[in-house]
């Protein structure tokens, strides 16, 4: 009983801030639903329709869907035109379903409200052009009335809400300031349990990198709140990414610490590495983290100092000669390398708090410009555009052959609900939460149709009516769980009790009207389910086979990759991943550890490719290496074992030639070569089925075969 109870808290004691918001929206839809309605409007229920959809949880994005409804409803607007094809419906429908998958497609490619806007076009058009179909000389009419509805609900949630939302600018810089500060308490506690060989801090660093993307969407909408005056969000986006660089080299650090034995002079540095992300983790939690920076980037200083003395050391030390055979001087080249590996570390951590830093600055004089890739993959643009304009044909198939009169509202619902969630990751469990929102909505408005609003005459009870259902779907807008089935409540509530000046809906027409309206959605959610569905193993298949192409890209590519942006890249997959599944499966868990092995592997692909492109390597050296990025360059997916066999061969070779170069500078070269090898080689073998594309990956129930003849190699 207290679970359920519990369960209900956002209805019966819901937080300060949730309550505010569900009476201002409410008293914006019922504004937006009272001016239309003095304005005479055909269908006065769009306007508090519009209101509800693009209220959201902060103002940077009610402003953005705002900003990106209008300009999609007047695009659309424009393309419903095509409803100019009176009496064709078979030359109307594949025109609309043409552009219906080219929006849904292209919106593919983009994130947050810009992929909306793309959508909007689709369903715009498709609205206009359905309700134009048995009267196309006034289209330009229908157009024209459509816009003024979505203006009108836009003004009214966009006037009341900057009331409730005095100093915007001050509270989006603070918010911005208070979400790049988190992720890096997170990384300082994630780097501090990996230094120390806690799985702990690996948990964190994988939850910390499934994060950074969303963290980055919401500076977007904190951006729109500042009006875009400054450059802050810019500098937080390139905090987030050096927070991402700053895991993915912790994490090359830990496996480089694993696969050797620990040198002292390393020691040092790493206690004082240690009690640095301590001080991170509890200075950036602190109430004013901003305060604290500069004391950290000292601190940190301090530490690439001892790291620079002691990389030093290690260079005077290896130029020494030898009494142990070689076992000293590739300790100290260990300490070279893992020393420098902490330096970088170490300054992107420094990069991320001047970045932090300057997100709380005026800027007055500040160009700088920083943005992050969106997650391309041209096989989903295809598969949204193709099912996307499938079901538009669909719809209008059982229009035409059934001759249904509520036909062209079923064939419209289809394309909203179709265009809508298009480009969503998992567009059938978001479609089954649009079609559970719109049979409450159904049964509430059959509650307000025939019970409460029969003895009404005028517009005040009209309201007092509607206020109690809409606050209810506020409140659910507002919690996490119900948050899927509400929005669609509340988009649907004004449409289906349907108010009007001069009418009022009689048994018949609420029935046909709101059957056509839910079975068009669920005709919708059958098509996400049967044509292309979405499928979490077969997605995961198909990101492995991108990431292989994309480590033979690294390796053939003209000019050498940049680290950040292949970072970038994987961290956008790792997310996805995470959206997807819960950490807690042992699947996921495998497959988050194969992305972050890719990440590792393609990162020292690039760093071999740079070692080479200086040119200071032995001939017989350079000429191995450059055959195991060959070989790196046209593979396709197969087992790894002979990747594996060649790194371990160049890693040997390596080794050989390093102990008997005299050259100190070609020697230290030699070093960080077989560092590199020496990982690459670890990740090939301890991932190698998850590197394996030719086949579906699955979590092992016993030891890799691939294992034993690569060490043996």
């Not at 909007?120 to 024209?144: E, H, R």
């Not at 040198?263 to 939690?285: N, T």
């Not at 077969?538 to 053939?556: C, P, S, T, Y």
């Not at 030639?657 to 020496?678: I, V």
Request: glycine share 8%; net charge positive.
């Amino acid at each position: 009983m207290t679970g359920l109870l519990a369960r209900f808290r956002w209805l019966y004691a819901p937080r300060a801030v949730d309550l505010g918001f569900a009476v201002r929206t409410t008293i914006a839809a019922l504004l937006a639903l009272v001016l239309a309605l003095w304005m005479e409007m055909d269908d006065p229920q769009w306007a508090p329709m519009t209101t509800w959809i693009v209220a959201q949880n902060s103002r940077g994005q009610s402003l953005s869907k705002a900003r990106w409804r209008l300009l999609g409803t007047l695009g659309g607007a424009v393309v419903g035109l095509i409803a100019a094809l009176p009496q064709a419906s078979w030359l109307l429908f594949p025109v609309l379903a043409a552009w219906v998958g080219v929006c849904c497609g292209l919106a593919t490619f983009l994130r947050n409200f810009h992929s909306y806007a793309l959508v909007l076009m689709a369903f715009t058009s498709g609205l206009i052009a359905l309700n134009a179909a048995n009267a196309p000389q006034d289209v330009f009419a229908i157009a024209l009335s459509r816009s003024t509805y979505i203006f009108l609900g836009i003004l009214c949630e966009s006037g009341l809400a900057s009331i409730f939302a005095p100093r915007l600018a001050d509270v989006a810089r603070r918010e911005i300031g208070r979400r790049v500060a988190a992720a890096i308490a997170q990384a300082g506690q994630a780097l501090e349990g990996m230094l120390a060989g806690q799985e702990a801090g690996f948990l964190r660093s994988r939850a910390l990198l499934g994060s950074v993307f969303s963290v980055s969407d919401q500076i977007e909408f904190s951006e729109v709140e500042m009006r875009h005056r400054t450059h802050a969000g810019d500098h937080a986006r390139a905090a987030l990414a050096s927070v991402a660089v700053v895991m993915s080299r912790g994490l090359g650090l830990v496996a480089r610490m694993h696969e050797t034995a620990l040198p002292p002079a390393f020691a040092a540095p790493l206690a004082m590495a240690q009690g640095l992300a301590r001080r991170v983790r509890a200075d950036m939690s602190a109430p004013d983290p901003v305060a604290r920076i500069p004391a950290l980037r000292g601190r940190i200083r301090a530490i690439g100092a001892e790291c620079r003395q002691q990389l030093v050391n290690d260079i005077i030390a290896a130029s020494m000669p030898d009494p142990q055979g070689g076992a000293a001087t590739q300790r100290h080249l260990d300490g070279y390398v893992l020393n420098a590996s902490l330096g970088v570390l170490l300054a992107r951590l420094d990069a991320a708090l001047a970045h932090l830093a300057a997100t709380q600055g005026t800027g007055a004089h500040d160009h700088f410009r920083f943005s992050t890739p969106a997650w391309r993959d041209r096989t989903d643009a295809w598969h949204n555009g193709l099912r996307s304009a499938g079901a538009v044909l669909a719809g209008g198939l059982v229009w035409e052959c059934t001759g249904w009169p509520d036909g062209a509202t079923f064939a419209m619902f289809v394309v909203v609900t179709c265009s809508r969630f298009a480009a969503n990751e998992n567009p059938l469990r978001d479609s089954l939460g649009f079609l559970r929102g719109a049979v409450w909505a159904v049964v509430v408005a059959a509650f307000l149709t025939f019970v409460v609003l029969p003895g009404q005459a005028v517009w005040e009870t009209l309201v007092l009516s509607l206020f109690v259902p809409m606050m209810v779907g506020g409140l659910a807008l507002r919690d996490g769980r119900t948050v899927g089935t509400a929005a669609p409540y509340n988009n649907f509530l004004p449409f289906m009790v349907y108010p009007g000046n001069q009418s009022r809906l009689d048994e018949l027409t609420f029935f046909n009207t709101n059957s056509a309206v839910v079975l068009g959605i669920w005709c919708s959610v059958l098509v996400f389910r049967l044509v292309l569905p979405f499928d979490p193993d077969a997605e995961r298949w198909h990101m492995r086979r991108q990431m292989v192409a994309d480590l033979r890209r690294i390796a053939r590519a003209p000019t050498i990759p940049d680290t950040a942006a292949w970072v970038t890249t994987l961290t956008a997959r790792f997310a996805r991943l995470v959206r997807h599944a819960p950490l807690s499966d042992a699947q996921t868990n495998a497959y988050l550890d194969g992305v972050l092995a890719t990440m590792t592997v393609g990162l020292d692909l690039i760093r071999l490719r740079r070692l080479l492109a200086r040119r200071t390597l032995p001939p017989a050296l350079h000429r191995a290496v450059g055959d195991l990025l060959a070989a790196f360059a046209a593979w396709r997916g197969q087992p790894p074992v002979t990747l594996a066999r060649m790194a371990a061969t160049v890693l040997a070779q390596a080794r050989a030639q390093a102990g008997r170069e005299a050259n100190l500078s070609t020697r230290l070269e030699m070093g960080w070569c077989a560092a590199y090898l020496e990982i690459l080689a670890r990740e090939l073998v301890a991932h190698a089925r998850f590197f394996d594309t030719t086949h579906r990956f699955h979590v092992p129930s016993g030891p890799l075969p691939v294992r034993a003849h690569t060490q043996a190699a």
